[in-house]
Nanobody, 124 residues
Framework: QVQLVESGGGLVQAGASLRLSCAASGRTFSSYAMGWFRQAPGKEREFVATISGSGGTTFYLDSVKGRFTISRDNAKNTMYLQMNSLKPEDTAVYYC?????????????????WGQGTQVTVSS
């Protein structure tokens, strides 16, 4: 069983930056690929970024490429999402997720564990 706890959300103006963190329980963090998803009101949960267990492979939603960076520190059992140049359309609840497989994935159904989410609101 893996427990995930997100933090770092908040209310910012367009153009600002935020860094989300996802702390994971368990001793085998490096064996899990991780991902960030987001869900805006009235919309389906959307893939944002994913990172392999080793951290050597990443993949992003096209609209966040060049603005967001996913990373992980396996020694600290923590994953991050650095978000720069935030836009109002980035407003959503952001969720971290883990899958019992070290390879990246983009579909929510491929993930086994989810955090409770953290709100990111970007004002124009």
């Amino acid at each position: 069983q893996v427990q995930l706890v997100e933090s770092g959300g908040g209310l910012v103006q367009a153009g600002a930056s935020l860094r989300l963190s996802c702390a994971a329980s368990g001793r085998t963090f490096s064996s899990y690929a991780m991902g960030w998803f987001r869900q805006a009101p009235g919309k389906e949960r959307e893939f944002v970024a994913t990172i392999s267990g080793s951290g050597g492979t990443t993949f992003y939603l096209d609209s966040v490429k060049g603005r967001f960076t996913i990373s992980r520190d396996n020694a600290k059992n923590t994953m991050y999402l650095q978000m720069n140049s935030l836009k109002p359309e980035d407003t959503a609840v952001y969720y971290c997720a883990a899958r019992t497989n070290k390879f990246i994935a983009t579909r929510p159904a491929e993930y086994d564990y989810w955090g409770q989410g953290t709100q990111v609101t970007v004002s124009s």
